[in-house]
């Protein structure tokens, strides 16, 4: 179902990217009208007989009918010089994810978020919605932002679902420092994440009710940027509660922010219609280096079926054929011409594929006779079956770009390794990261930024590799039993005992008292995976520690 947003972005965006074509518009319209005159002045004889005569002479038909061969080839015609002239209105997607827009969820963590208005309750429903989306939301980077009183960065933007999703299941208001809700309170937080962005962002809001305060701080703050806010309203007025649903603040916040709103639905509608609304703000802000999206192709379907009247006997098969042709050269897919490169084996402890069915043989070999390795790639590609098309890719970098998608970072790393190219090197760095290979990411980049000082991708990068480790380094501080640690702390030295239904036991008097930096954490693959399953075994502790470590920092002076 089509909103004012989608027909923003049609009205906005609409443009040819090949508009010369249309100038075939001029001698086919003198064709048609000159043909037109010619059937009219040939049935001008049939006026002169009487009827019954005319109808008993006439073969073919009279009246539109006679011309309907015309009227039809008139339609193809059009239809066809529209597809050459390529109708777009909407760029088409970057391959790397740095290029998507931002997402940040601002998610109401206060105690009216355990109303049951909403069964479970609106905060457990609010996740389940968050968790939907995240899953159908095509690449992009997602930020986790959790206020009551305060606000507090849960997960900063990262692309990585895998790691968002356990501090988004740990949220609750037991890990906030202050009871309350103070929306405005994440203004700052959200500009910290998204002044680092090229384009602007989104900020989904999820909550009951909003203060007068916050409505005015959001207003100021949306008003001076570009950034899109969604709200979507957690509570049913039909139900009784404690603390009911206020859709006038809400109401008033979306006024005052030119946001949109949403109420929480039983079923899809309202994550369709939020991943809808992300899409098109990022459409109508899209970067002016991206190319057009070619969207006359679909007009192709109307033209092939127009040409099935033309087997008609009597139905101009002369122009059918010429028409056919036009479509014919349209159809031929452009040369791809890319380098060839030796495919590493990626993977020598896997058992041999299966030999493909006849079915799958056949369908190559017909792959084979019409598209390079390249294009076979590019159309399993934008189908989504990215493994697929990295197995076709010959051009170095669509292939690691293939098996980045794929979520195959290491033989993306591996391939894009394989040339010292800015841009292979800076995919290489990016592979590594999403594998948690920060220390190695961090070296790399730094070597580019040396290399490349005037590439602003990769200084951004830079910077939030190295967030994300100094993040490290906090937590380790939390974690190392000196005077800013609290009971979250964990231990990350001896092997903790445990037995079987048992919980498991930590002893405060063993607890390593030495800081551990980021670099030590990650350069030791052993005290890496054990620091890494501590924190995703319990992560509403390390929240809780996190969230109560920055709340006494603002305190202090």
């Not at 219609?273 to 990022?282: C, G, L, M, S, Y």
């Not at 239904?501 to 930590?506: H, K, P, Y």
Request: some cysteine; hydrophobic content about 45%; charged content about 20%.
């Amino acid at each position: 179902m089509m909103d004012l947003s989608d027909l923003t972005l049609l009205l906005t965006q609409f443009r040819f990217i090949r508009p010369v074509w249309l100038l075939l518009f001029v001698p086919f319209a003198w064709l048609f009208y000159v043909q037109w005159k010619s059937q009219e002045a040939g049935s001008q004889w049939q006026r002169t007989l009487p009827e019954h005569l005319r109808k008993a002479l006439t073969v073919g038909g009279s009246g539109w009918r006679r011309q309907l061969p015309l009227l039809i080839l008139m339609l193809t015609t059009i239809l066809v010089i529209l597809v050459c002239a390529g109708p777009t209105w909407k760029k088409q997607p970057s391959p790397f994810h740095e290029d998507k827009t931002p997402l940040i969820v601002l998610m109401d963590t206060s105690q009216a978020m355990l109303e049951k208005d909403v069964a479970p309750d609106r905060l457990t429903r609010a996740k389940q919605k968050v968790e939907d989306l995240l899953a159908i939301r095509a690449g992009g980077g997602n930020a986790l932002i959790a206020y009551a009183a305060t606000a507090h960065v849960a997960m900063p933007l990262t692309r990585d679902i895998a790691v968002f999703k356990p501090m988004l299941e740990a949220l609750s208001p037991e890990i906030m420092p202050r009871e309350g809700k103070n929306a405005a309170s994440a203004i700052s937080l959200i500009q910290q994440q998204l002044q680092r962005r090229d384009i602007p962002g989104t900020v989904l809001l999820i909550s009951n009710d909003v203060s007068a305060q916050s409505i005015s701080q959001f207003h100021d703050y949306f008003s001076q940027h570009q950034h899109q806010l969604l709200v979507l309203a957690a509570g049913d007025n039909t139900r009784t509660s404690d603390l009911p649903l206020n859709m006038n603040h809400l109401n008033a916040l979306v006024d005052m922010s030119n946001a949109d709103l949403h109420a929480l639905t039983v079923d899809d509608t309202d994550v369709e219609w939020i991943k809808r609304k992300v899409e098109n703000h990022a459409a109508l802000n899209a970067s002016t280096h991206q190319p057009w999206q070619d969207m006359g192709y679909y007009l192709l379907f109307p033209v092939a079926l127009l040409l099935l009247l033309w087997f008609r006997r009597g139905w101009l098969v002369q122009w059918s054929v010429a028409a056919l042709a036009v479509v014919t050269l349209l159809a031929v897919p452009e040369p791809v011409y890319a380098e060839s490169v030796h495919q590493v084996n990626l993977d020598s402890q896997k058992s041999a594929p299966p030999e493909p069915d006849v079915g799958e043989r056949l369908k190559q070999f017909w792959l084979d006779l019409w598209l390079t390795p390249d294009q076979q790639g590019q159309w399993y590609f934008r189908r989504g079956d990215y493994l697929e098309a990295a197995e076709h890719f010959a051009d170095p970098l669509w292939k690691g770009v293939a098996y980045y998608y794929a979520s195959q970072f290491n033989a993306a790393h591996t391939v894009f390794m394989q040339s010292s190219e800015e841009v292979m090197q800076f995919n290489a760095a990016n592979a590594l990261a999403h594998q948690r290979e920060y220390v190695a990411a961090l070296k790399l980049l730094r070597e580019l930024v040396k290399t490349y000082p005037d590439n602003a991708a990769m200084q951004h990068n830079l910077q939030v590799i190295e967030g994300i480790i100094e993040e490290i380094n906090q937590f380790s501080e939390s974690q190392s039993g000196g005077e800013n640690a609290n009971e979250g702390s964990v231990e990350l030295g001896d092997e903790p005992q445990t037995a079987d239904g048992a919980d498991e036991q930590t002893n405060t008097q063993v607890m390593i008292q030495d800081k551990l930096t980021a670099e030590q954490l990650l350069g030791d693959e052993a005290i890496a995976n054990k620091w890494l399953e501590r924190v995703e075994a319990d992560p509403k502790m390390f929240l809780r520690s996190k969230f109560s470590i920055q709340y006494q920092q603002a305190q202090e002076p």
